[in-house]
């Protein structure tokens, strides 16, 4: 084996613990969610699925920088979740009070900025085979518009995700 390969090897092996350890913790923490969320404590999925996206990506799903070159917008923002969901449930644009400002009254995206053509698929970085689809299910199913259709913190314990063994 050359030095490179076992640096490599090596490389992987750590990746694979740190993997390891971290769905664990994770587990702990999805557990106590579930365990309280009997007694009525609410917890925002989507917050914990931008959370698991970015430590396990490295990286932010979403950045919110507006091409003004102003920093950060809500309209940036919203582009990016448009450019992985598609355009949100009329239905839930009736509901909110600033969906004018962002969305004509039949649901089209009025905001002066490109929608990213992005993918969950284009954008994780680190998987393939069963082993990225299992956890592209396990991040969609967090990723919802509409709260009510994602996953609870319960149904996340089961996830094939955090229960098979990776190939």
Known sequence: MTNIERRLTDQLKDYMLGVECWS????QILELVAERASIKIIVDIWNVDTMIWDLFE?????YGNDPDGKGYSTRAHFAEVIGFLGTPPLDMLQRRKRSNEFFTDDGQWKQ???IPNQSLESSERFLE????????????GMLQWKPEDRKTARELLEDPWLNDRLE
Do not use: P, S, T, V
């Not at 664990?24 to 587990?27: D, S, V």
């Not at 490295?58 to 979403?62: L, V």
């Open 58 to 62: 490295g990286k932010h799903m979403f």
């Open 129 to 140: 085979g069963r082993n990225k689809e299992i956890f592209l299910a396990f991040i969609r």
């Open 112 to 114: 002066d900025i490109e």
């Open 24 to 27: 664990e913790g994770l587990r």
